[in-house]
């Protein structure tokens, strides 16, 4: 018996822990990936990066102060020779000076402030641009993110209802081994018939078993882009029913953040160059600081001398030459214009593509629709009729088999179509 238990608990420990988290809708998919998914942490963390790059430009504008204190040691005094007269000494000749003691400490603080600092102001400005870039390419990486999970999600929603379709023909086929296996035994049926009615049974347990795989793949996929760990996904809704709302254009590419992000990167671009412009130009800085100088020569008997210094002042950098230094930055600048701009055709020719591509995608779903659900109800009622006819031993397998792949054939186009066109419909409309 403790055996037993033993093994019971080695074959449910790698299941303990784990959760079979429920999702009722799209919207709620979405909601939860926000709260939980990395994508989604990550994207929303780009804008505080950003956020306090801003404030490091902006820190650069503001007064800077420093307190300072050193310690030195000097073997040899620094002396100079001067007239001996100034020390009282014999004219005509001279005497060398020694200038402090041994032993130097120092103490104080200075102060900052820039007065005129043409590219530190371009800076800030480059980093605010930057901060509603990195809005912008967060939205743009959260809705990319969606909607790959939209599509995801729809994707496992028509594997559930071919499954649900499997499990249909997996009752018309027993209904249709039973007819044969009667008549097989009444030795009215041709052999041949027989073995294939029990392969159509087999095939069609066959395929639900791989569509059971399949659907557990897309439930995989979705909780690997949630990245849930041990954890797992249900999907509890089910595609019934769409009103097929008619769409006359396709959605506005403009309003995407992605558009808004390509903008962004263009004017960031833009005072990229300007920023490159103005390091040239002269830098006005004031200045102020405050010294305490003790010096001393550690020897018994002997003084220290203390002194206090001050000095405040203004100045002036302008820079003149730095080897290709400004020349090289301006020109990389104007080449990140340039392809900041490049870039921007190219987003918007896919964006527009993207929303014409699912605008036409969506039309030809709804143009299908009917048609689609007008085949079904023709095929539905041509396998009602073939299941009677088979029960009354007036059809034949092939005939039956026939009107049976007809039907599942139907039932599928009209499962994907629907499901498309919700996809499609959403992908046009909503704002993700």
Do not use: C
């Not at 809708?25 to 990550?42: F, G, I, K, T, V």
């Not at 005509?92 to 000076?97: L, N, Q, R, S």
């Not at 020349?327 to 527009?352: G, I, P």
């Amino acid at each position: 018996m403790r055996l037993f238990y033993a093994l019971m608990i080695l074959v449910l420990l790698p299941g303990m822990g784990a959760a079979q988290i429920q999702i009722n809708n799209w919207q709620a998919l979405l909601q939860y990936a926000d709260e939980h998914a990395p994508a989604s942490q990550l994207a929303k963390l780009q804008p505080l990066v950003a956020r306090q790059d801003v404030n490091i430009a902006a820190s650069g504008l503001y007064p800077r102060v420093n307190a300072f204190g050193t310690g030195d040691y000097y073997p040899l005094i620094p002396s100079l020779v001067v007239p001996a007269e100034i020390i009282k000494g014999p004219p005509g000749t001279y005497t060398a000076v020694k200038f402090g003691l041994p032993y130097v400490f120092t103490a104080g603080a200075e102060v900052s402030i820039p007065v005129v600092n043409l590219e530190k102001w371009a800076q800030l400005s480059r980093a605010k641009a930057q901060y509603s870039q990195a809005e912008w390419g967060s939205k743009a990486s959260l809705e990319n993110f969606h909607i790959q999970l939209v599509q995801a999600y729809y994707q496992s929603l028509v594997t559930k209802e071919v499954l649900k379709l499997n499990d249909e023909n997996v009752q018309t086929a027993n209904e249709l081994m039973q007819i044969m296996d009667a008549r097989n035994k009444q030795g009215v049926l041709n052999p041949a018939d027989y073995n294939r009615t029990k392969n159509l049974q087999l095939d069609v347990q066959s395929t639900g078993i791989n569509y059971s795989k399949t659907l557990q793949q897309s439930n995989n996929n979705i909780a690997s882009l949630l990245d849930m760990g041990k954890d797992s996904v249900q999907l509890s809704e089910v595609i019934d029913d769409f009103s097929w709302p008619l769409l006359t254009s396709e959605g506005d590419a403009a309003a995407r953040p992605g558009w808004q992000e390509a903008d962004m990167k263009v004017y960031v671009a833009q005072k990229a160059l300007s920023e490159s412009k103005n390091s040239a130009l002269p830098k006005l800085v004031l200045n102020g600081r405050y010294t305490y100088n003790m010096q001393s020569k550690f020897e018994a008997g002997s003084d220290n001398v203390e002194f206090n210094s001050a000095n405040v002042g203004l100045r002036l950098d302008f820079p003149l030459f730095q080897g290709n230094y400004y020349r090289s930055t301006q020109y990389k600048s104007a080449l990140v214009l340039r392809q900041a701009k490049l870039e921007q055709e190219r987003t918007r020719a896919t964006l527009t593509q993207q929303q014409k591509d699912w605008f036409d995608q969506y039309a030809a779903a709804f143009a299908k629709h009917t048609v689609l659900d007008q085949k079904v109800k023709t095929a539905s009622d041509n396998l009602r009729i073939a299941r009677l006819n088979v029960k009354e031993g007036l059809m034949e397998f092939d005939e039956f088999n026939n009107i049976f792949m007809e039907y599942n054939k139907a039932k599928m186009e009209y499962i994907q179509n629907l499901a498309d066109g919700i996809l499609y419909y959403l992908l046009s409309t909503q704002k993700f």
